[in-house]
């Protein structure tokens, strides 16, 4: 099931998520060759800047690097990247920069079969990135609850069927979106208490336990939905399964707050891997910076690349939005900074499981309100790695004179 696939510099090991499904990568690739000639990346650079031959290795020895440090580098399959900002992509409208000033407590996904971008712009609507990445802009004939205040804190695309889906997790609404291009197939709400195989879920949703979605990622193996509810004392991860044609809570649940019989401890994010080429769920458990993995069915598994614990423990400090795998990185976008990332939270880069470098957009210019990372989108189109980062403003900080905001920004690695 997982695939493995040699793509300019990057040698990409396909996880099920967006990039495992091979076929539908293949023809993305194809269908959009041509039109990449736009964008003049020749070797891993792009027009204006001599990067050198992007064959050759990085001079900088490994004990040298300092992974956690704000280089923003890091280090993919013996070689050392640097983030460039691009400010000449991901162009946005008046309305939609004014509208995310006030945060982005989102996440974006790319759409496995037309390559665009996806994210939900609280009190703007459903906004898509071309697969140029070139600009954004709203989707046409979406449903009216975009706009209405809904956030995209997770979002999942997906492919069911040879068809296209866009689910969305909303801690705004306290709802699951299941979409076609903007056309809501399915809500699921708060669960009664009886739809689940774990009798401790089902029991806490009985007495009224706080739903509050913060992601979603439908597992292609299982064809079910997995949904985290960090933001609620339960802590757990349910399942969604497609019964005669609709969306319905149901089969397993696990997790549960640390302290309270369970492990996590904010789950905030889930991306679905492969581990002995079988379906894993991995889950990002913020508030003691953890990266757990289990079972479509729940039981907990050795997360890939974990020493001595079942779990990877990510540096002092660490408090990750979400998760993504690109080959053996995974990028975690991190809610506030590092001991040594100067203030400015960063995207911590791992190569299997340890720290391998970080990027923190507010050390570039014009980027500096961008001080809470909340959701980041790898992007690997012809061989060259994009990072499409979207960033959360802290209110508390705001009312106390502190700059930030919430901004869009891409960056493309390239080979040192």
Partial sequence: METTTTAGAFQIHHPPKRLSIVSYTRFFICSVFALLAGIPMNGMAHEGHDHGDAAETSTESAAAFDPTAPTNKFQANGKTYRWEHRPDLGKQSEAMFDAAKGGLHNNADRDLLTGEIVTVVAKHGLVKLDSELKEWTLVEDQDPVFAAGMNAHGTDCFVLDGESYWTFASTNTQEVFVTKRGEVLAKLTQ??????????????????????????????????????????????????????????????????????????????????????????????????????????????????????????????????????????????????????????????????????????????????????MHGFCPVEIDGKLFGIVLSWRNGGENSNGKPNDGQIAIFEAVQE
């Fill in 191 to 372: 669960p009664k208490g009886d739809e689940f195989d774990n009798p401790t879920v089902n029991q806490y949703f009985k007495s009224g336990g706080r739903f509050t979605p913060c992601d979603v990622v439908f597992l292609p193996d299982a064809k079910r939905l997995v949904v985290v509810i960090g933001y609620a004392p339960g802590d757990f991860a349910l399942s969604a399964e497609l019964v005669d044609g609709q969306w319905k809570w149901g089969g397993p649940a696990w997790g549960g707050r640390e302290g309270s019989g369970g492990m996590l401890n904010t789950g905030h994010g889930v991306q679905v891997a492969t581990a002995d080429g079988k379906e894993i769920v991995e889950i990002a458990s913020r508030s003691h910076g953890r990266i757990f993995s289990f079972t479509p069915g729940g039981a907990q598994l050795r997360t890939p690349g974990a020493d001595k614990e079942y779990f990877i423990q990510l540096p002092k400090g660490s408090n990750p939005c979400n998760l993504f795998h690109v080959g053996d990185n995974m990028f975690l976008p991190l809610l506030n900074p590092l001991p040594k990332t100067n203030g400015s939270a960063p995207v911590l880069v791992l190569e299997n499981g340890k720290p391998a470098g970080a990027l923190v957009p507010a050390t570039y210019e014009t980027l500096n309100l961008m001080q809470h």
